[in-house]
């Protein structure tokens, strides 16, 4: 039997349906800064799930697919700084486009560390 890598993104930890988003914005703690809007809500679940919602207005197709693909690889490459059991909707504003990839996990992971808790 060939073992996967740890750090892969298996399609279990996607949010993919509109009532799990639904409940996410509902229920869900909502962390911001000038970066990310960050929505986190518990799930039933022993591994966290995420999802990265973007806007045409942050810019072009390309720029849009490089930002999600950029924070997916944040979440992949460090699934250990993500709380176990939570939901995750992570939305970049505009000015998130402009920054290095260094400092765009920094700030993710500033956020997600921040006091508001819950």
Partial sequence: MIKRPVNTFKKKEKLKRKKEFQN?????IKLRDSY???????????????AVVIS???GNAVNRNRMKRRIREIYRTNKMEFSEGNDYIIIPTRKAKKISYKILKDKLFLLLNSPKKA
Avoid: A, L, P
């Fill in 24 to 28: 996410i914005f509902q229920y869900g």
């Fill in 56 to 58: 045409r207005k942050f």
């Fill in 36 to 50: 990310f809007i960050i929505y986190r809500h518990n799930n039933s679940f022993h591994f966290s799930r995420i």
